[in-house]
């Protein structure tokens, strides 16, 4: 024989490829050389016999080769006959690397070696993967890698790859993985928890206590038989079904019920709602109270003494002893007396009246000295002195007013009295505006609600923003932001919209929250036309006088207009901004406040929020002070702000005047103290942390009671 043919290498697969090496994998590739020409008819031989060794079981195919290359095709025939069982050749399987660092607790890499053991399965892609086992050890840095054929989606079922780490502090542990297609796989991608599907896989204690956790014991469930004793109240998702009921504990079904009461309510009744009675109702006795029905008995006895009224007129018999004629008439006690008339009265409850003849321009007025009433001067139309100080003659004109002109010593008619000019009218006067109102709408759950008004007061609003009210009177009284509603201040009815968080009962008012202020401020709006005809709503000024109390943040959006709290004071009765001039939301909207002599008092113990706010351009704030907050007998402590004034976004702020004398009123301890005047930071392009402001006149007699200026928005001060 001639040449070097080679026998065909058959693959068959029981393990994996680890990092490039064959493990747990037979590979029968021998190579043997033999004559072909002049052995032809064996060499033909033996490729058909050759041919058969393939898709033999590795134990099979190798023995089968082993006495082919010995005793030839015969030996082999022998051999095949004896261990005949098939394995198709498979390609070789896909593999996923595993890889990544393993560390130890310390932070440390880890090292040490890590056994990998699996069951027999088959790749989602249909490759089978005999059992068994392989080995790899961690880098000198925790490093991990290893190629494995993917178990995800296996059959059967919950097929893991089983991973003991043995590591050189002799930690032991195992893991149990599932590996992806995809490839590389980190450690989380492969970590899995044994789940129910294969018998033959180890499971974690961690899964069989969660397996187990909601399993009740056996002692404490209802089982099909057996007399049991079931406590505390069940709720049944569905009707149960019971057997007719025998002894009087037994539970009743639905069909004997409806027959037990089938008769029941339809004999002669009386509906609540209303219905027809046939025969008479007896009453127990005469009734006791107004409400209660009156029995026969009763009418009769109490109409006995009465006089009938047929037609409009008492019959004749029951008149008593007595006829009726110019001088005689019937009394209201029924007797018959002498008739007076009101022509002639000579007495007024009980006061005699002088029968004096009285002159022109006479009044009836009583006489103390006579005990009764006369007939005196000083009743005409005609007075010509007022408290002994003459009235001028000169006839008024229309809108004058009698007032006083002290060269000429006399009363003298003068314009301005009459209807208020409209620069009048712009000035508004807080307590002018407080008012209160009642309403039907029922208010005793808490939720969005809806309540009508006879007449809308000035200055109540349904569209304005902003805009709280009170209701007090039953229930917790709280402020509530109106947001909607016909109201339009103008008397008329309308409504209001606002969503509670308490319930009020019937008998609740609804009332001004600020005391007035807000109306105030709305109702002094002045509308001014602006070279491109377009309408400017502001202006106005506002007096504020005495304590007032609020129970809302009061925001003023009126531009350009003054608010005077010279001589008032302002309680604070919530946790947030007292004051707000402007809206958060656009710092450019109102323009050109200005408040005069504001003086705030908290009521919230260790209370961190400001006095005033300021979100608006061109604010001017003159005299700002606080007095002492308000005393609570539970802590001991008063209440705080954490600020008289925060100066968010306004570029044109002008503070003339702080005095701290009255009262410091901020929240000074040992881990927050407030400041007086605060600009927020830090500047970066912030609306919210831009102010330009000038201050001047401030008097900080602080005594470390909190600091002084904190301006951070990184614009000029």
């Known amino acids: 024989m001639t040449g070097t043919p080679r026998r065909p290498a058959g693959r068959f697969f029981y393990g994996q490829q680890m990092g490039g090496q064959v493990s747990g994998r037979e590979e029968l590739s021998a190579q043997r050389p033999w004559n072909e020409t002049a052995g032809s008819k064996r060499v033909e031989s033996r490729s058909r016999n050759r041919s058969r060794c393939r898709g033999r079981g590795l134990r099979g195919v190798a023995a089968c080769w082993l006495v082919w290359l010995i005793s030839g095709p015969a030996g082999c025939l022998l051999m095949m006959g004896l ?51 392989t080995s790899v050890t961690l880098g000198a840095d925790g490093a991990l890698s290893v190629n494995l054929v993917p178990n995800a989606g296996a059959i059967p079922a919950n097929s893991y790859y ?70 505390g109240t069940k709720q049944f998702a569905a009707p149960p079904s019971v057997p007719a009921p025998v002894s009087a504990t037994d539970a009743a079904n639905k069909a004997y019920v409806d027959q037990a009461v089938a008769a029941v309510g339809a004999g002669s009744y009386v509906a609540k709602s209303g219905d027809t009675m046939s025969g008479p109702l007896s009453l127990p006795s005469d009734p006791a109270s107004n409400s209660q029905a009156a029995t026969k008995h009763y009418v009769d006895i109490n109409t006995a003494g009465k006089a009938s009224l047929i037609g409009g007129v008492v019959p004749p018999s029951q008149l008593g002893s007595g006829a ?89 008619p003068k314009s301005g009295g009459g209807a208020l000019s409209s620069a009048m009218q712009s000035v508004k006067y807080a307590a002018d505006l407080v008012w209160s109102a009642t309403s039907a709408a029922d208010l005793s759950s808490a939720g969005a609600k809806t309540v009508s008004l006879a007449a809308c007061p000035p200055g109540v609003l349904g569209t304005e923003k902003y805009f709280y ?31 509670t968080v308490n319930a009020h009962p019937a008998g609740y008012t609804i009332s001004s929250a600020s005391g007035g202020v807000q109306e105030a401020s709305i109702t002094a709006r002045q509308t001014a036309i602006g070279g491109n005809n377009y309408n400017y709503a502001g202006g106005g000024r506002v007096h504020v006088t005495g304590q007032v109390q609020l129970y809302a943040p009061l925001t003023f959006v009126t531009s350009n207009q003054v608010i005077d709290f010279s001589g008032s004071s302002i309680v604070c009765n919530f946790d947030a901004d007292c004051l707000v001039i402007g809206e958060a939301i656009n710092h450019n909207t109102v323009m050109g406040v200005t408040l005069l002599n504001p003086r705030g008092e908290p009521t919230v113990v260790h209370g961190t929020h400001p006095f005033i706010t300021v979100y608006g351009q061109a604010t001017r704030i003159e005299n700002v002070s606080s007095l002492w907050g308000k005393y609570d007998a539970g802590t001991g402590l008063t209440g705080t702000f954490g600020s008289y004034v925060n100066v968010v976004g306004d570029q044109a702020f002008l503070l003339d005047g702080v005095d701290t004398s009255t009262g410091y009123g901020l929240e000074c301890n040992s881990s927050q103290c407030g400041t007086y005047v605060v600009a927020p930071g830090p500047f970066g392009g912030n609306p919210d942390s831009a102010a330009v402001g000038w201050l001047k006149n401030l008097n900080l007699d602080i005594q470390c009671g909190g600091n002084g200026v904190d301006w951070q928005s990184g614009n000029p001060l």
């Open 469 to 499: 009210v009170r209701i007090a009177g039953t229930g917790t009284p709280e402020a509530v932001l109106v947001t909607g509603g016909t109201c339009r201040g103008d008397g008329a009815a309308g409504t209001l919209q606002f969503t």
């Open 324 to 412: 009726a004629n110019s001088t005689n008439c019937l009394k209201g006690d029924s007797s018959w007396g002498a008739c007076g008339t009101s022509a002639n009265a000579v007495s007024i409850q009980s006061v005699a009246v002088d029968p004096a003849q009285p002159s022109d321009g006479q009044v009836l007025t009583y006489e103390a000295t006579s005990l009764s009433y006369k007939p005196k001067a000083g009743g005409s139309g005609n007075a010509t002195s007022l408290q002994g100080t003459p009235l001028d003659a000169a006839p008024p004109s229309d809108g004058q007013v009698v007032t006083y002109d002290a060269a000429s010593g006399k009363y003298k």
């Open 162 to 231: 089983v991973v003991v780490y043995q590591l050189g502090d002799s930690t032991v542990r195992t893991e149990y993985w599932v590996v992806p297609t995809k490839s590389p796989a980190a450690l989380a991608d492969v970590r899995a928890t044994p789940g129910t599907g294969n018998p033959s896989q180890m499971i974690s204690k961690q899964y069989v206590d969660n397996a187990v956790a909601g399993k009740a014991s056996d002692q404490s469930v209802v089982h099909l038989s057996g007399l049991e004793t079931i406590a």
């Open 83 to 133: 261990g005949a069982y098939t394995v198709q050749a498979q390609s070789v399987p896909a593999t996923t690397q595993v890889s990544d660092k393993v560390y130890r607790a310390d932070g440390t890499p880890a090292q040490g070696v890590l056994l990998i053991s699996w069951g027999g399965f088959t790749t989602a892609s249909g490759t089978p993967v005999a059992a068994g086992n």
